[in-house]
């Protein structure tokens, strides 16, 4: 009804997932690659978890386009079904025909289907979608096949999608042995303020629009409130408010078009809801994502058979595959030029080149004991863009610290935009504490940024959380851990 209105070639918000509208800000492009690395190259079972109307289903058929051609994906829709009935849906998938037959005798045939597979040079994942609605004795099965293997290889790759009631699930103690061979979590983490807005206008403009940003700050405020940042409920509000913005024929969405869209969608501002379900997820749903650097790493150079990685899940889990330290918060450290990472916000870095300043050494944050960390050789002359830049190698280099904040992940990099971003840090008081660290994607030069040094994930994950007001509201921060 609108679309000619604001000259769209298409409705911008659908509710049903259409990967041409999948939005990479947020962790969302780091998660996709991370569990396409994890997939492809580590063992482990690997747990996404959401909210509802998070983004999980639009990853999840994200992944099945992008998974390399050698990965045969099963893809499980129905997470209601019985041990038999999922055996039945797995043996299907792999062209085995046994109606009627055995769970042993299915077992049986899907191992040597699959060992038909790895002989040649094929893997096989099965992506179990609303994973949370799963069956206790269906998860159970699902374990016991992930224990298929020949030799040291296994056979098949589990990815569980699911809301957090499914790291509830898997705390019963009936689940321990399905949860202890899960080795990577990533969440779905809700969208900040600064985020959403280009959340919005991204989907507007892959619908076709062309004009300026046509959401007012207090629309913006109020589709954040009431979506708590879950992009379906953000994806309801949006459409319904352009809808009463072309009743009016105008082409700006104010607070009164949200204020409408929320009324007809009965949707309210339930900031308690999010933090209580964040609460009830325990430490799994607070971390988030370190394998994109490793994916990375491995598109763009040959890994070292020698070399190896340590993934967080809650717990720490040590595999043979890559030189790097890897968390269940943040991105692999040591391989900065290969991650990425959340979008700046346009004025979080939008200024002009400041002038240069020294700068002391950085601090070790709360619940941390300090760690001495050399000053960067700065020079009068040098810029604060430089001088952070100088700050990242340092801190890399003394191998003292293991983790820190990343702010957000630049996938541009403009110097001078950067000074601006780094003369408001100066302002605040907290420039010695921001670090910039060179990253690379697809070829393309981009800028880490990251803020603190810890000695440990907790410890920087307790300081996430007493972040100044102005960075936690403006971005999705995750752990970066450093070598």
């Not at 983790?403 to 957000?408: E, G, R």
């Not at 307790?462 to 509201?473: D, I, T, V």
Request: net charge neutral; aromatic share 6%.
């Amino acid at each position: 009804m609108y679309l000619e209105h604001f000259g769209l070639n298409e409705q911008p918000f659908k509710i049903t997932p259409v990967t041409e509208f999948f939005f990479s800000g947020a962790n969302r492009k780091e998660i996709l690659d991370a569990l396409i690395y994890s997939i492809t190259e580590v063992e482990g079972i690997i747990k996404v978890s959401g909210e509802v109307g998070s983004g999980k289903t639009m990853l999840c058929r994200m992944l099945l386009e992008q998974l390399p051609q050698h990965i045969e994906p099963i893809y499980l829709a129905n997470p209601s079904l019985s041990r038999e009935e999922m055996l039945y849906a797995i043996a299907d998938a792999l062209d085995l025909n046994v109606e009627h037959e055995r769970i042993g005798v299915m077992m049986q045939n899907i191992q040597n289907k699959l060992e038909g597979k790895a002989r040649e040079g094929k893997r096989v994942v099965v992506l179990v979608d609303e994973a949370h609605a799963m069956p206790i004795d269906t998860l159970e099965e699902l374990r016991l096949l992930y224990n298929l293997q020949v030799g040291s290889f296994k056979l098949l790759q589990i990815v569980l999608f699911g809301q957090p009631e499914l790291n509830i699930k898997l705390e019963q103690p009936n689940m321990r042995q399905l949860k202890d061979r899960i080795v990577h979590n990533f969440n779905m983490q809700p969208l900040s303020r600064d985020i959403l807005e280009n959340y919005l206008m991204f989907r507007m403009r892959k619908a076709g629009y062309h004009g300026p940003n046509i959401f007012s700050p207090s629309a913006i405020k109020l589709i954040a409130d009431a979506s708590i940042g879950l992009m379906r409920r953000a994806n309801v509000l949006a459409d319904k408010s352009l809808l009463a913005a072309f009743v009016e024929d105008t082409h700006s969405i104010e607070a009164r078009h949200v204020q409408a869209a929320m009324r007809d969608s009965e949707l309210t501002a339930k900031k308690d809801y999010l933090h209580n379900r964040t609460l009830l997820g325990g430490a799994a749903v607070v971390t988030v994502l370190l394998l994109t650097g490793a994916a990375w790493q491995y598109l763009r150079t040959t890994i070292s058979p020698t070399a190896s990685a340590t993934v967080a899940a809650s717990g720490i889990v040590s595999t043979p595959t890559l030189k790097t330290t890897v968390a269940a918060s943040g991105i692999l450290p040591g391989v900065a030029a290969s991650a990425v990472g959340s979008p700046a916000s346009a004025s979080a870095v939008n200024a002009a080149p400041a002038t240069s300043s020294v700068v002391s050494a950085p601090v070790i944050h709360a619940a941390a004991a300090s760690i001495p960390i050399a000053k960067p050789q700065n020079t009068a002359a040098s810029s604060r863009y430089e001088q952070r830049l100088e700050a990242g190698k340092q801190l890399l280099a003394e191998h003292r610290a293991v983790a820190s904040i990343q702010l957000f992940y630049n996938d541009a990099v403009v110097p001078a935009r950067m000074e601006g971003f780094l003369q408001r840090a100066e302002g605040l008081g907290k420039l010695s504490e921001i670090y910039l660290l060179p990253a690379q994607l697809n070829g393309k030069k981009g800028l880490r940024v990251l803020y603190g040094a810890y000695p440990s994930t907790e410890a920087a994950q307790a300081a996430s959380k007493k972040l100044p007001a102005r960075y936690q509201e403006a971005f999705a921060t995750t752990i970066y851990l450093l070598e």
